[in-house]
């Protein structure tokens, strides 16, 4: 049994593989600490289970596991979050998730889980193990032999008749992405996905990747549907998930299952006279997950530099553009929102004041006891002293 921990912070990451490797020691447990390392890992392993983050840098857990679940149909998806709620779990659970976890996350409960999910998989696999071989090994083949036949290549005695059967009528949709030197592995995953969910969608076929920055897709339209239809629906959701520029280009109608390698010669000529769809970062989406993360990991290190990061901006423009967002600098929001959290602990007698700067992000008790003093005109001490709050 695999399981992928896909979570940015490392002691959730490191405190679940632990907790696995001793209740399940013949289970391999692989680590992300992004969608990008989470994807670099599905597409190298046979995953049987993944519990991922909800607020992840790149893009969300949900909005991960959403676009995995065509390629990867069988995993059991477990949602962790630091927020209770209920629009999460609610999306979690309409996604497919199995379950949704709150930090902390209890031993008992994981263990509880992962025996359920494994059990629940054991017997999956005793029922269809065979059948999705077989489908998927035809799945492959079908699609190695279209990507040698868009590719001008010698498909020797493979048939391709079944093709000429299947698709009558089809159209080619060509998408390639401009990142230059990046690496676009996520990007690439992400198309994949979308497009082949948008074919499902509107009709059938599969996508094929034709190379590092470009996907072909086949496709055969359900009657009354229009290949604008799934363009557009293609190009919004493509906007929404990728963040670097891209273009969509498709063949027309065609009936000639021969004439597919000239058509992907004359797209990709195409290509290099279409303008780029341009990735505009919205400002206001970006400063919402800003906050969303803000709110999960506010007692780790939150540098500006760290922040910007996380929602792919300059360090710059993400605190101007914060400070106009929600009318505070992005130190004085992080400061307040820790000082705040920390009131609410000091009236908890079982917590040392150490404890307490730990928990809302400082490590030095008399840093934390000088910020305190300074926003509140009084120290933690005085706080609790005010509030009749003995320590036990």
Not at 104 to 125: A, V, Y
Not at 143 to 157: K, S, W, Y
Not at 199 to 209: A, D, L, N, R, Y
Not at 226 to 239: G, N, P, V
Request: aromatic content about 8%; hydrophobic content about 40%.
């Amino acid at each position: 049994m695999n399981i992928l921990v896909a979570d940015d912070e490392s002691i959730i990451r490191e405190g679940v593989k632990r907790t696995i490797e001793n209740a399940y020691p013949g289970y391999g447990v692989f680590l992300a600490a992004s969608t990008e390392e989470a994807v670099k890992i599905l597409g190298g392993q046979h995953i049987d289970i993944v519990l991922t983050d909800i607020i992840m840098p790149g893009m969300t857990g949900l909005e991960f596991m959403r676009i995995s679940k065509r390629k990867h149909p069988a995993i059991k998806w477990v949602v962790i979050s630091a927020h209770s709620e209920f629009a999460y779990a609610q999306e979690a659970v309409r996604l497919g998730a199995r379950d949704y976890l709150l930090k902390p996350i209890g031993k008992p409960k994981l263990i509880e889980l992962i025996e359920s999910l494994t059990g629940e998989i054991r017997r999956e696999n005793l029922q269809s193990k065979e059948s999705v071989k077989l489908k998927s090994s035809l799945k492959y083949l079908r699609e190695a032999v279209f990507l040698r036949l868009a590719a001008g290549l010698d498909t020797g005695n493979l048939d391709i008749q079944s093709f000429v059967e299947d698709f009558p009528d089809y159209y080619l949709v060509f998408v390639q992405m401009d990142a230059g030197n990046k690496s676009v592995h996520l990007e690439h995953f992400i198309v994949e996905n979308v497009l082949s969910e948008m074919i499902e969608t509107h009709g059938q076929g599969f996508v094929v990747s034709y190379d590092r920055q470009s996907l072909l897709g086949l496709v055969a339209l359900s009657e009354g549907i229009r290949i604008e239809t799934l363009l557009d629906a293609l190009k919004s959701h493509l906007k929404h998930y990728l963040k670097v520029p891209f273009q969509i280009l498709n063949s027309g109608l065609h009936h000639d299952f021969k004439s597919v390698p000239q058509t992907v010669t004359r797209l990709r000529q195409a290509s290099a006279a279409v303008e780029y769809d341009s990735i505009k970062v919205s400002g206001d989406k970006s400063i919402e997950v800003a906050l969303q993360y803000i709110k999960a990991h506010y007692s780790e290190d939150l540098s500006l530099e760290r922040m910007a990061s996380v929602v792919f901006l300059n360090p710059v423009y993400f605190s101007q553009l914060f400070k106009q967002k929600t009318g505070q600098g992005y130190k004085e929001y992080v400061t307040g929102l820790r000082l705040d959290q920390a009131k609410q602990l000091l009236c908890n007698p079982l917590l040392k004041l150490a404890e307490i700067a730990e928990r809302v992000g400082y490590q030095d008790v008399r840093h934390f006891t000088q910020v305190f003093r300074k926003k509140f005109m009084q120290t933690p001490t005085e706080y609790r002293q005010e509030h009749n709050v003995t320590v036990v």
